[in-house]
Structure formats: structure tokens, C-alpha cells
């Protein structure tokens, strides 16, 4: 079976950067696509942002540009470069992946003050 590994969420300034980062726990398991979402408290999840396999992006809009995701060679692991963060972005951030199945990660806080 296999689990997506979250890494990287914290506490930080507005204004600040995080890099989030997840991976499956076996190398060798390629995913056709993977995504972050993102669950503020009192909120329902959100999609923020997703990559396919052949390294197309999709955003949220109101990202406008300050996130970016990637994925490594092997299509295991999948990384959000979070910048200029706001109070707003403030969430539990879960990491997804599909492979004929659905998998999530258990999620990693980001907190950004003001």
C-alpha cells in the first residue's frame, strides 16, 4: 500500500515563503497526476494547485502567480513553493495524488501571521 508523506508546513510571517513537500512511500510508484488542497478552519477543502504527469500546471486563481508546483523526474513526489504568503493562505495543506486509486497525505499545517 502505498502513503503520501507530507513535509514542510510552519509558522510564518506575511509575506514569508514556505516549501512544501510530499512523496509517496515507495520510489518506484508513479503517479498520473498529483495536487495540493488546502482546508481553512469552518471552510471545505480547496483545490490550489495540480501537475500531470507530462508536467502540465493547473492553479487556483487567486493564487495570482505566487505558488508553484512541481514534481520530480520519477512522478513520486510533488513540491509547492509557497511565496509573498498572506493571512488568507493560512490552512491545513493535504497532498493528493491519482493512480487508478485516490491518495491523500495526513496534511501539514501552514500558518502565516500578520
Known amino acids: 500500500q502505498v502513503q503520501l508523506v507530507e513535509s514542510g508546513g510552519g509558522l510564518v510571517q506575511a509575506g514569508g515563503s514556505l516549501r512544501l513537500s510530499c512523496a509517496a512511500s515507495?520510489?518506484?510508484?508513479?503517479?498520473?497526476?498529483m495536487a495540493w488542497y488546502r482546508q481553512a478552519p469552518g471552510k471545505e477543502r480547496e483545490f490550489v494547485a495540480g501537475?500531470?504527469?507530462?508536467?502540465?500546471?493547473k492553479y487556483l486563481d487567486s493564487i495570482e502567480g505566487r505558488f508553484t508546483i512541481s514534481k520530480n523526474v520519477a512522478g513520486s513526489a510533488v513540491y509547492l513553493q509557497m511565496n509573498s504568503l498572506k493571512p488568507e493562505d493560512t490552512a491545513v495543506y493535504y497532498c493528493h495524488g491519482r493512480s487508478g486509486y485516490e491518495y491523500w497525505g495526513q496534511g501539514t499545517q501552514v500558518t502565516v501571521s500578520s
Open positions: 501537475i500531470y504527469a507530462n508536467g502540465q500546471t
Open positions: 515507495r520510489r518506484n510508484f508513479m503517479f498520473s497526476a
